[in-house]
């Protein structure tokens, strides 16, 4: 049996999206979060006398990593090599190795994959043989069929585990430029289990060949919802495998939507908000809430006013030294009853629908969007004009269209 | 669909009417403030929704009615005869729809039967007024071009509108060479955020620079430092100079002094020498004269006692008596063992004698001769010979008594059965004598014998004394009885046979008289037996008188006055001859116990020369206790004189001893003093005084060089002030080191801080956060920017591509419209680049926008009716036009009446007017004239 912990997409010292005005302590304390995820890990592995530990890459979150989480990752690098426990490392897209001489050196117990995939062995204190099979990002996107680069498992070991930092083919295609594989190239391997990394959401992508995204560690904004951390994975050559997730990070992005379109007064309100909210007394985590209150289209404006200010959801934050509960995002969105349709699409119907398919197309979408797209340096940090942005866009602007009515 | 009748519950002025309006072409007459508006409103408000609080629109809560809202029924060739009712409720009101089938619906239901278009476009497309036209002077050429343009090629210039504020949303958030829109804004805002950040990584890449640095920087002030310390060594030495440049001085005058100081021969040793021999010669001293005082004590101490003086008086003949003391001692031991067993015989004669019931006294007989004890042994077994012989015929005697009492015993009993001589005579006769038994006799024998057996066992058993005799004896006896017992049975039962004077009696008398004869046969025979035993007994009685007479005699003679019997004599004897042996053996005691005394009395009559010792009544022995006491005394004085002889010569020695000593040690001193050179020792003594002020000397002569520093020797300096210069020099030196090493340090730890801020990433990490807000912010802008892109874009698009589609048919319909109303003097419409011309029947073009009202509104209105006539495939709603036409002269106005009749063929029209010309030629039902209330 070895027992390991597989973590990916550390991204330490990642800033936190779309916060302001939060108090200078939950700033701070956003700040450690990414690190304190991983002291927690780290902490884990040595508690636990893992036999190993992997990273499937982006432990940075920028390739021109900050001193800070080079300092702090080292830091606890060496904690592990105190413990004599074994580190492999990939870089992913984000943290793509670049010119190592500008980096801190890791201390021996950590093994970085180089750019082109290779195959280390080890021996467990159980006195197994374990290989490992990985590569590290050399720029930042990655074409090349590099699963196909992966040796056989070998048949002289006990277990053989492949690190991957990289898109499954054929579930979204703007990935294709980070290392894709197809499940039957993994199942070709034979491997006993894949640690991948690159997508933030936790999920199994299979059970034969193991292969497990056990998502970022910790959550960085709104779209980064619940619970984050590790998986404990436990194989054994005659049993079942085990693999636990453990939730490591102290900050958990929460989406609430709070249905007040019965309602029409603002104590209610204000009651049903606190309802739907983590309750105090019962949260294992910090907060940082996104909250949506659907209200009915016939509000009062004067209510409507009133809800939509800052100062309403002001009350709703709480925060004490041990704990926070913050509302970092709040909308309110008022449901209308039946209009599904706008008027113009009713009027033409056919018109409309082409104009709709021609603008989520890139092509249309991109020649309407060319103004900022093309010509604003700070697009590339932006969202990329992918279907799922053109859709969302799209959803958005119609939703503006039906909302305009005079 | 068609709108039948109105039936208003309550809504403004209107409370409980209804309405008819089942016509295809309907007009409400009434003058201002009829309530036109008010119906027109009722029928927007039933099919879309009542006004809500924050609407423009007018609202229309009756206020004398608590009942608001109405129902229309409708015709609609897709659902039939439709009712929808709306009261009040919700802000928009409650709705009901009630189909033909009885089914009913709410909004959704209505939505699906309005085509699910809204009031905006309703009021936009399908319910129509020229007011717009009436700020035609307003427009400029293109708002005038596009007005008439998206009348007829959209029916209205709303969505342009709309798409227009879209466009302006946009451009608001961005503008491509822009700087006041937001996104122009946070873009610059982004550049310094990139820029400080680019600073910041900058810094980042600084970092493996900066700690090296930090590196050079601490090996630099540590070299500095080291420097520092070795001048500052080097003036602490110079300090210590100047400040013992006295001492140095001191040095050079002690050095000579000690130089003239000659003690060469004077050794370090001999003073603490001298002293030594000193302390010895007074330690010797004390001890002679210790040893004296006690050789003193041991003369005074001895003092011989009277008795060894008498002794030393008789030294000799005292020993030579002592050395008797031995066996004279073993003599007395001798004398007391003897007296005792003298004492042991005398006691055991006296128990003899009282055994012997003799007195202490009394004569012991002779000893009996041999011949004398033989005939008294002669005596005695005859005696019992024959006493044994009388017992034993005394024995049969009784036997013999016994047989004869037993038979005349049977002898009577046979008499008394016996008959008398005569009857058995006769019964002899009578019977023949028959041979008779015999028997009894052998019969008896044999219990006799087991009789005599038992006897002599009884006998035996005495005898010999065996075991178990009372068992034996018991047996003997039992057997005895036994065998009389069965002697006498038989006997008795011979007795009883008789009695019968049958034949058989006969013959049994004839046997008694037989038993009978015989029975007195034998008592004769046993009374001879009994005489003769008789006679023997008496012979035998006479001898033993014989003997015990003779016995009597010899008694007297011999042993008179003594209580013995012939019996016993011969044992008696043997306690008497054992008597006079005790006494013989006594008497030998008691001789040689007086032998003894006399020996001891002569032995002690030597002691007599030291008769001092003794009184004249003591015994010898007393004498000897005495005199082994008094020679144990004067030996042990003697002993003890020894001890001190021993002891005060031991004394003596060692005094000798001392003095040898003392004089050894006076000699060396000698010898020392002849060595110092000094005759006496105070001479010698003060010689030594100038060695130790020398000594002291060279003592502060060390102490000073020991405080000297330790190679001060190193220093060159002639002067106290070239010291003093030396010391300045190195003082600057060691103040530049310092201001240098201050200024690295000051330079590290400014890195240092730098380090440790790159390493916290506090500026880093708030810049990237800084950066990430910013980040975000600009993604919500521009999200929003294309949202509203888009947004228009959809409008405009949606248009274009519907305009491309119906426009050709529109234009055509709009061309017949327009001609007809312009009774010909326009027969055609001509779009070009966005712009509107039209032609006139003298082949002139007219931009839309130079057209006089009178031309603009026709030409509008028949855009806008063409374009309802080419959507009603998709949209056919009833056409609400209020009063639009008072620009028209009377003739277009007839035309344009004519023209709406036209189209409420296919699409119902219900015209609100003031104008009665609109009334004309019209049928009851197609009319509803509103008075004021």
Not at chain 1, 20 to 25: A, C, D, R, V
Not at chain 1, 89 to 105: A, Q, R, T, V, Y
Not at chain 2, 794 to 819: C, G, H, W
Request: glycine share 4%.
């Amino acid at each position: 049996m070895i027992k390991f912990i597989h973590a990916a997409d550390l991204h330490l010292d990642s800033p936190f999206s779309g916060l302001k005005s939060l108090p200078k302590k939950i700033v701070e304390m956003i700040q450690q979060s990414t690190f304190q995820s991983l002291a927690t890990i780290v902490y884990s592995a040595i508690h636990n006398q893992v036999d190993f530990v992997v990273f499937s890459g982006d432990i940075y979150d920028l390739e021109d990593r900050s001193v800070k989480a080079q300092v702090q990752f080292k830091k606890e690098m060496e904690r592990l090599n105190k413990a004599k426990i074994p580190v492999y490392i990939i870089h992913g897209n984000h943290d793509f190795i670049g010119d190592e001489k500008l980096h801190l050196s890791l201390p021996e117990n950590v093994k970085v994959f180089d750019a082109s995939v290779e195959t280390v062995r080890m021996t467990t204190k159980g006195g197994e043989s374990v290989a490992v099979s990985g590569f590290s990002y050399g720029e930042r996107w990655i074409t090349e069929r590099m699963i196909t680069d992966y040796p056989k498992r070998h048949t002289q070991i006990d277990f053989h585990i492949g690190l991957l930092h990289g898109f499954q083919e054929g579930i979204n295609s703007e990935h294709a430029r980070y290392a894709p594989f197809t499940l039957d190239e993994l199942k070709e391997k034979g491997y006993d289990y894949w640690a991948l990394g690159h997508i933030h959401v936790r999920s199994k992508v299979s059970d034969f060949p193991l292969a497990y995204y056990p998502g970022n560690i910790q959550g960085r904004n709104k779209k980064e919802t619940g619970e984050k951390g590790y998986l404990m994975v436990e194989l054994k050559k005659n049993a079942s495998a085990e693999i636990e997730f453990y939730s490591s990070a102290s900050i958990v992005w929460e989406k609430v939507v709070v249905d007040a379109v019965k309602l029409n007064d603002m104590d209610a309100i204000y009651k049903l908000i606190q309802e739907s909210l983590p309750s105090i007394e019962s949260a294992q985590f910090h907060y940082l809430i996104s909250l949506e209150l659907q209200v009915s289209e016939d509000i009062k404006d004067t209510l409507l006013k009133k809800i939509s200010q800052d100062q309403f959801i002001e009350a709703h934050h709480f925060f004490e030294d041990a704990q926070f509960i913050w509302i970092a995002n709040y909308k309110v969105s008022q449901i209308k009853s039946n209009h599904n349709d706008s008027d113009l699409q009713s009027l033409f119907p056919e018109a409309f629908q082409e104009v709709l398919s021609e603008l989520s197309e890139e092509e249309g979408f991109n020649e309407l969007t060319t103004d900022f797209f093309d010509q604003s340096k700070f697009s590339r940090i932006l969202e990329e004009r992918s279907v799922t942005y053109r859709e969302e866009m799209i959803r958005e602007a119609l939703s503006e269209l039906r909302n305009q009515s005079i | 669909m068609k709108i039948k009748n109105l039936m208003i519950y309550g809504y403004g002025k209107w409370i409980d009417q209804t309405f008819d309006f089942s016509s295809d072409f309907h007009v409400v007459f009434g003058q201002n403030e009829a309530g036109k508006s008010t119906i027109m409103s009722f029928i927007h408000s039933i099919l879309f929704g009542f006004p809500t609080r924050h609407s423009a629109l007018l609202r229309y809560e009756p206020k004398d009615s608590s009942r608001y809202g109405g129902k229309i029924i409708i015709e609609d060739e897709r659902f039939g005869i439709v009712s929808i009712e709306r009261v009040q409720g919700k802000s928009t009101g409650d709705v009901t729809v009630l189909m033909e089938d009885g089914t009913t619906g709410s909004e959704a239901l209505l939505h699906k039967i309005l085509y699910g278009i809204d009031r905006t476009l309703y009021q936009s497309v399908f319910s129509f007024h020229l007011k717009g036209i009436e700020r035609v002077e307003d427009m400029t050429k293109d708002q005038m071009n596009r007005y008439f343009l998206s009348a007829g090629a959209l029916g209205t210039e709303q969505f342009l509108q709309k798409a227009d504020q879209f466009k302006q949303k946009a451009n608001g958030l961005y503008k491509p060479t822009g700087r006041v829109p937001k996104i122009n804004q946070v873009l610059k805002g982004l550049e310094e955020k990139q820029a400080a950040m680019e600073l910041a990584k900058s810094k980042n890449a600084e970092y493996l620079d900066l700690l090296q640095k930090v590196e050079g920087l601490n090996q630099e002030i540590e070299e500095q430092e080291r420097t520092q310390k070795e001048l500052n060594i080097r003036i602490q030495k110079l300090k210590q100079f100047e400040q013992n440049f006295e001492a140095v001085e001191t040095i050079k005058q002690l050095e000579k002094e000690i130089e003239q100081l000659n003690t060469s021969k004077l050794n370090e040793n001999s003073l603490y020498e001298m002293n030594t021999l000193n302390k010895q010669i007074e330690d010797i001293q004390k001890e002679i004269r210790t040893q004296q005082a006690l050789l003193k004590g041991f003369e005074e101490e001895y003092e011989p006692t009277s008795q060894l003086i008498l002794y030393q008086e008789h030294e000799q003949s005292i020993d030579a008596l002592a050395v008797q003391i031995g066996s004279i001692d073993d003599l007395i031991r001798e004398q007391q063992y003897v007296y005792k067993e003298l004492e042991k015989a005398e006691q055991e004669i006296t128990k003899k004698r009282i055994q012997l019931d003799l007195s202490s006294d009394e004569q012991v007989p002779t000893a009996l001769t041999k011949a004398e004890k033989e005939t008294l042994v002669e005596w005695q077994r005859e005696m019992n010979h024959k006493e044994s012989g009388i017992n034993l015929l005394k024995e049969k005697l009784t036997t013999i008594g016994f047989k004869i009492s037993s038979l005349e015993e049977s002898i009577d009993q046979l008499e008394q059965n016996l008959w008398s001589n005569e009857q058995f005579r006769k019964e002899e006769d009578h019977f023949e004598a028959k041979p008779a038994t015999r028997s009894q006799a052998i019969q008896l024998k044999k219990e006799m014998s087991i009789i005599l057996v038992s006897i002599v066992l009884i006998i035996s058993i005495f005898l010999l004394d065996l075991p178990f005799m009372l068992l034996w004896s018991l047996l003997a006896v039992s057997l005895i009885i036994g065998s009389i017992f069965s002697i006498w049975k038989k006997m008795h039962k011979k007795n009883q046979d008789s009695a019968q004077i049958s034949y058989e009696d006969y013959i049994h008398q004839k046997e008694i008289r037989r038993q009978w004869r015989d029975y007195l046969f034998n008592s004769d025979k046993l009374e001879s037996e009994k005489q003769s035993l008789h006679s023997e007994i008496a012979i035998l009685e006479t001898e033993i008188e014989n003997i015990q007479s003779g016995w009597t005699k010899f008694k007297e003679d011999r042993l008179a006055g003594y209580h013995t019997v012939l019996s016993t004599v011969l044992q008696f004897e043997e306690v008497l001859s054992k008597l006079r042996a005790s006494e013989r053996e006594r008497d030998k005691v008691r001789d040689y116990l007086e032998e003894l005394k006399t020996a001891l009395f002569l032995k002690t009559e030597q002691f007599d020369q030291v008769s001092e010792l003794f009184f004249e009544e003591d015994t010898p022995t007393e004498k000897i206790t005495k005199f082994k006491t008094f020679y144990q005394q004067v030996k042990e004085e003697r002993n003890q004189l020894q001890q001190y002889m021993i002891e005060s010569q031991e004394a003596r020695r060692s005094l000798n001893r001392s003095i040898e000593l003392e004089k050894t040690i006076l000699r060396k001193k000698q010898q020392l003093l002849q060595e110092a050179g000094a005759d006496s020792e105070e001479v010698f003594r003060h010689l030594y005084g100038i060695l130790k002020q020398k000594n002291e000397k060279e003592e502060r002569l060390k102490v000073l060089k020991e405080q000297l520093p330790e190679n001060h020797s190193e220093i060159k300096a002639d002067s106290i002030e070239d010291v003093r210069y030396q010391e300045k020099q190195l003082q600057q030196e060691v103040l530049n080191i310092t201001t240098s090493i201050k200024s690295y340090t000051q330079e590290k730890i400014e890195i240092e801080v730098h380090i440790k801020r790159l390493e916290e990433g506090g500026e880093y990490t708030t810049l990237l956060q800084e950066f990430e807000n910013e980040k975000s912010h600009l993604q919500e802008l521009v999200n929003s920017w294309v949202t509203n892109k888009l947004a228009s874009n959809i409008i405009e698009k949606t248009l274009k591509y519907a305009r491309k589609d119906r426009f050709p048919q529109t234009i055509v319909d709009a061309e017949n419209y327009f001609s007809y109303l312009t009774k010909g003097k326009y027969t055609k419409i001509v779009i070009d680049d966005e712009t509107v011309f039209i032609l006139d029947n003298e082949g002139h073009y007219f931009r839309a926008d130079e057209l006089s009202r009178g031309t603009a509104e026709p030409l509008y209105v028949a855009l806008r009716l063409a374009f309802i006539n080419n959507i009603k495939d998709t949209i056919l709603m009833p056409l609400l036009v209020d009063d639009g036409f008072v620009n028209l002269d009377w003739t277009r106005r007839t035309r344009m009446y004519e023209l709406l009749k036209e189209i409420s063929q296919t699409t119902q029209i219900i015209y609100f007017s003031f104008d009665e010309q609109s009334l004309e030629s019209l049928e009851d039902g197609q009319k509803t004239i509103l008075t004021k209330v």
